[in-house]
């Protein structure tokens, strides 16, 4: 196998937080056992032997959670020990950790510049609108310790990703959410749609995304992010360089753009792998990593229950204008609306790159 992507959750769905909206939260208790624990080591060093052995080109790991810093950095040194003992000479390697930023110090720091982790830290843009949801058990804001900390760590010569998850608030201050971020000095970014709890109804928390929030805040970044492009400012907003990218003929980044879900490889604590993130349920457990007959899948497995029921992209895809750049987006997008599959932000969608096109258009053609 060319290139092995990997996710582990080495503190499974543990969390010093309790965001309001979190998607693991409501999945893990959509399972059997909710918490797998922390990753023994046999589980660890399995998980890199064998995705060394199966990887010739390229080996991403990935650490999410959960908070998987919990897991604690002795871990995370034991990981790196073990991928220089079973790496190959010529396989390059990739590691991404995806963290709520308030167990960090400068250790952490150093140990992440040194082992050049991309870091995505979850901060959801001002203080208000982070500490709305983003608070620790007993109730108390993240915002200051989590800002403190994606500085540090820039400091030390660390790349950061900041995430910010859109709910109905924050996706209508997406303006001072941009412009604070660049102020801050932070110049990647990703803004990712909250998803309602599994099985429920869409847009019917407080913190709920509609299509018609989504679709303004998406033109108001869009404005905001083309001007400053205009000027030689260059802002890394994931959802339009992957466009951008798109319109000049590469392949899509995102699995949400490719058209059909692909193979994840989500790994718990325990050894366990599914297809996905937002579907680490009982239902879809591929195998275990401590399994005599494991093997890593790539692409589109289709034998695999997660790949056999997928009904593929919304009904009106296919006709759609906006298929080559949309690609029908996320299956855990999709809604049944009167007896029509779509995805819930499609709306959204044909709005934005109605709004955008144009200009993207301009961009793929005068900039590199
Ligand atoms: S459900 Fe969404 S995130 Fe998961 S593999 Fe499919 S497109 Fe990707
Ligand atoms: S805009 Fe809507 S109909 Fe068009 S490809 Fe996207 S999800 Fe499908």
């Not at 660890?44 to 999410?64: N, R």
């Not at 040194?77 to 790496?87: A, G, I, N, S, V």
């Not at 400053?228 to 003929?249: A, C, P």
Request: with cysteine; proline share 4%; aromatic share 14%.
């Amino acid at each position: 196998m060319k290139h092995v992507q990997l996710m582990m959750k080495p503190a499974s769905s543990n969390c010093n937080l309790r965001c309001r909206y979190c998607f693991y939260f409501d999945e893990c208790e959509n399972r059997e056992v909710s918490s797998y624990g922390f990753m023994k080591e046999d589980v660890l060093e399995a998980v890199v032997k064998k995705a060394l052995e199966a990887a010739e080109e390229t080996c991403t790991f990935g650490f999410q959670g959960g908070e998987p810093t919990l897991a604690g950095l002795p871990f995370f040194e034991k990981f790196m020990e073990f991928t220089r003992k079973y790496k190959k000479p010529g396989t390059r390697l990739f590691f991404a950790l995806q963290t709520n930023g308030t167990l960090l110090d400068e250790n952490w720091a150093e140990f992440l510049a040194k082992n050049s982790f991309l870091v995505g830290i979850s901060l959801d843009g001002t203080g208000d609108i982070h500490d709305r949801n983003r608070s620790e058990k007993a109730g108390k804001g993240t915002f200051r310790k989590v800002l403190k900390n994606a500085h540090m760590l820039e400091k030390s010569g660390v790349e950061v990703n900041i995430l910010c998850v859109l709910t109905k608030q924050s996706a209508r201050k997406i303006a001072s959410i941009y412009n604070f971020l660049k102020k801050e000095g932070f110049f990647y970014h990703q803004y990712i749609p909250c998803l309602d709890p599994l099985g429920q109804e869409r847009g019917k928390n407080p913190w709920s995304l509609t299509p018609e929030i989504y679709e303004e805040a998406l033109k108001t970044l869009f404005d905001l992010w083309f001007e400053d492009m205009r000027k030689g400012i260059h802002v890394s907003v994931r959802e339009f360089d992957n466009w951008l990218s798109m319109l000049k003929g590469y392949p899509p980044e995102a699995c949400s753009q490719v058209g059909r879900c692909s193979m994840q490889n989500i790994i718990e604590a325990n050894g366990d792998i599914y297809p996905c993130d937002f579907y680490v349920l009982d239902q879809y457990r591929v195998s275990n990593i401590l399994d005599g007959e494991f093997q890593f899948f790539q692409g589109i497995p289709r034998e695999l229950p997660f790949f056999r029921e997928e009904k593929g992209r919304g009904e009106n895809c296919g006709g759609c204008r906006w298929y080559p750049l949309c690609r029908g987006g996320c299956r855990r997008d999709y809604v049944e609306e009167q007896e029509q599959r779509k995805n819930y932000f499609c709306q959204a969608y044909k709005g934005f790159f109605a709004y955008a096109i144009e200009r993207m258009e301009w961009l793929t053609a005068y900039t590199r």
